[in-house]
């Protein structure tokens, strides 16, 4: 595996994909680009709540809806 194609997870979102089946489906199937902008987001949250909406939405496969 090259490692320019891993985007380094921040240990809650990792956490919170590992509890959501669908949602780490649906992360490891984006573009390097998609994931590196939801990495970038989670920066700023301050709540388990917030990730889990996050990851909730990519899901659902709500995130770029």
């Known amino acids: 595996m090259n490692g320019d194609n ?3 997870l921040p240990l809650g979102l990792g ?3 590992a509890q959501n089946t ?3 489906q649906a992360f490891v199937s984006m573009s390097k680009e998609q ?3 939801i990495v970038n ?3 700023s ?3 388990k709540k ?3 909406m996050l990851v909730d939405s990519i899901g659902s496969g ?3 809806s």
Do not use: D, G, P, W
Request: glycine share 0%; no cysteine.
């Open 6 to 8: 891993i985007v380094e």
């Open 15 to 17: 956490m919170a994909l």
């Open 22 to 24: 669908n949602a780490m």
């Open 35 to 37: 994931q590196q902008e």
């Open 41 to 43: 987001r989670t920066h």
């Open 45 to 47: 949250f301050s709540s």
């Open 50 to 52: 917030e990730m889990k």
């Open 62 to 64: 709500n995130f770029y």
